[in-house]
């Protein structure tokens, strides 16, 4: 039913930050062969944003390597820790979510995740499932089986108390709350990313107390962002979304500095063994061809073929034959009887920029062209009439301007 333990323990390490501990992970691969009893591979995503990004992909196509092994895996939507938010790597208290809004991100997720996972072997399971119902009794019970001191010992709680800045009891919780995640759903794997560290081990714990064989951590690396220095986040917009339009993820990821190339071909391209170490080495000599390849082999990745063919066709005609796109949006704007409108207000009203003061902004920084000119007059105003304007490299609008 399985492969060979060390046919199964190569795949599973390849890509990983690291395994804790590795040895046991071996045992149960073991006793699964054994007993021919899959084991239970869990990770769990809040869904504090609608699109799911290929930094997340990182983890799931490794879930999808467990399944193409014989393993079940099970998907936890946080919609109940999504209320908490989690507060790994912050320096500051996250906002809690409506619950209206974590349906709207939820309604997203199955989609996004089944173009990676397979669905027949995928279980999705909710976390308010068990964790909705526990009374306080059962709140304090849990929180009785770790200390405040050893919740400052998490790297960024520890530098919040040092500065004296605040940590609410909730965020406490927060990882007390994915841990008992596992407890419920007796894992025998849970992944997540280095920045997921404490919550992992926190399971274990949860689990031996519970009287459970504790879980096996696996620890994936960060994709870096568009950016080349942050992780890559909504957030920060430094992300490519799985379910992303072709045409946009294939031009940000034309974008990225060369010094990620070697990252990204590592992490999210579809190149393994001597291919990937061929593209590796192609990368130090001619970044830009290594570029288009990877671009196009994520769209394909996500999407199809066909996608990523329109995609780079799209990539070319813009940058590199100075055409327009073929589907550019079209936005209608009343100059409210006004005779003109300035370009800052402009650019927010279509939607190229966040406000007026960004706007401006851009036209500082020389980002802004209507109708191929550049644009570095922030007091500019545009009349009656047609315009199309650009914003930086890959974004467009096609403005109609009327009294």
């Not at 990821?253 to 001597?274: K, N, R």
């Not at 980002?367 to 105003?381: F, I, K, N, Q, S």
Request: hydrophobic share 40%.
């Amino acid at each position: 039913m399985f492969p060979p333990v060390q046919d199964q323990l190569e795949r599973i390490r390849q890509g990983v930050e690291d395994v804790l501990p590795e040895h046991e992970l071996a045992k149960k691969l073991e006793r699964a062969a054994e007993t021919g009893r899959p084991l239970i591979v869990k990770q769990g995503f809040d869904p504090t944003r609608p699109d799911l990004h290929i930094g997340h992909g990182v983890s799931i196509h490794k879930l999808r390597v467990f399944q193409e092994l014989g393993h079940r895996v099970v998907f936890v939507m946080g919609d109940f820790t999504a209320r908490v938010g989690d507060p790994s790597g912050r320096d500051e208290t996250r906002p809690m979510l409506s619950e209206e809004d974590i349906e709207t991100n939820l309604a997203t997720y199955e989609e996004q995740l089944f173009r990676i996972l397979d669905p027949d072997q995928t279980e999705i399971r909710r976390n308010s499932e068990w964790l909705a119902p526990l009374t306080l009794v059962d709140i304090l019970g849990l929180t009785s089986q770790y200390t405040v001191a050893r919740m400052l010992e998490r790297d960024d709680f520890a530098a919040r108390h040092r500065d004296g800045r605040p940590i609410t009891l909730v965020e406490f919780l927060y990882p007390m709350m994915q841990a008992y995640d596992s407890v419920v759903l007796e894992a025998d794997v849970e992944l997540g990313g280095t920045d997921q560290l404490f919550n992992l081990l926190l399971g274990r714990t949860l689990q031996e107390k519970a009287g459970l064989e504790p879980q096996v951590c696996l620890i994936m690396p960060l994709l870096r962002g568009t950016d080349g220095a942050r992780k890559m986040s909504k957030s920060y917009d430094n992300y490519v979304g799985i379910s992303m339009r072709p045409e946009e993820a294939f031009g940000r990821i034309m974008s990225i500095p060369d010094t990620l190339l070697d990252e990204w071909l590592v992490l999210v391209s579809t190149a393994h063994g001597e291919a990937l170490e061929a593209r590796r080495a192609e990368a130090r000599d001619d970044p830009l061809s290594v570029k288009r390849w990877l671009a196009a082999d994520i769209v394909e990745r996500y999407h199809d073929g066909e996608a990523a063919e329109g995609a780079r066709e799209a990539f070319d005609r813009v940058h590199r034959r100075r055409e327009l796109p073929e589907d550019i949006p079209e936005v209608s704007l009343s100059l409210g009887g006004e005779p003109e409108m300035w370009i800052s207000h402009v650019l927010k009203e279509a939607g190229l920029a966040s406000s007026s003061s960004e706007g401006r902004r851009l036209v500082s920084q020389s980002a802004v062209r209507v109708d191929g000119e550049v644009v570095r007059d922030r007091d500019l105003r545009l009349g009656p009439g047609e315009y199309v304007i650009q914003r930086g490299k890959r974004r467009f609008a096609r403005i109609s301007l009327h009294p």
